[in-house]
């Protein structure tokens, strides 16, 4: 069975440039979240879907994020523009309905802004 | 003051040492704690969890929750070179999940 998988595995913008992460969950896994990682914090919740709703958005740090789930499938999020604090690794997990408990993680997306 | 607490270490024992990695918490409404190892360059990796007080053990790894005392620990047996890594703890009450800063391991062989 495949693992949750992200794409790119690293992305490397300027500032005020746009970048776009996807997120592939296991398949029938219902629960998406979004994580960040900034160098030498710890990881931060950003988001949680259930299917393709916004179940918690209160992880996001301003409007420049923006989250989607189309279909109740795969996600993306998209930073528009993105700034230099932007800077770290995204992280992607997915997890069967009700088991939050149980969350299985993608390899992450390195973004570094310039 | 933060949520959880993980001394970040980094740790360093000899192969076959037993491993004790901690957390402490704050908020009363976590109900699961997970233990999540990651090695460098990947995700982390759910190792176990455990719901509410109590332990839980599986194969060299045992979670304790102490919830009177808001500590969580991981115990690693005969520790060998592969648990090189970082161990994260997690928690979560039914809300958004709190992760730990992690702490790095080193089994030296």
């Known amino acids: 069975e495949a693992g949750v998988t992200q794409f790119p595995s690293h992305s490397v913008i300027e500032k005020g440039q746009t970048v776009t992460l996807r997120c592939d969950p296991i398949?029938?896994?219902?629960?998406l979240y979004w994580y960040r990682r900034v160098m030498g914090k710890e990881i931060k919740f950003l988001l949680h879907?259930?299917?393709?709703?916004?179940?918690?958005e209160s992880g996001m740090p301003n409007n420049r994020f923006l989250a989607e789930r189309t279909g109740g499938t795969y996600s993306t999020l998209k930073v528009q523009p993105a700034e230099l604090e932007d800077s770290g690794v995204y992280f992607c997990?997915?997890?069967?309905?009700?088991?939050?408990?149980?969350?299985?993680f993608g390899p992450g997306t390195r973004l570094t802004v310039l | 003051q933060k949520e959880v607490e993980q001394d970040p270490g980094p740790l360093s024992v000899p192969e076959g040492a037993i491993v004790s990695l901690n957390c402490t918490y704050s908020?009363?409404?976590?109900?699961?704690f997970m233990w999540y190892r990651q090695y460098s360059r990947k995700g982390p990796e759910l190792l176990m969890y455990?719901?509410?007080?109590g332990n839980k053990e599986d194969g060299r790894f045992t979670a304790q929750v102490d919830k009177s005392s808001k500590y969580i620990s991981l115990f690693i047996r005969d520790s060998q070179p592969s648990d090189s890594a970082t161990y994260l703890c997690?928690?979560?009450?039914?809300?958004?999940?709190?992760f730990g800063a992690g702490t790095r391991l080193f089994v030296k062989a």
């Open positions: 879907f259930v299917k393709e709703s916004k179940q918690d």
């Open positions: 455990t719901y509410s007080s």
């Open positions: 997990a997915s997890s069967p309905s009700g088991r939050d408990n149980e969350q299985f």
């Open positions: 997690a928690m979560t009450g039914g809300f958004k999940t709190i």
């Open positions: 908020n009363s409404a976590f109900q699961y």
């Open positions: 398949s029938g896994h219902d629960n």
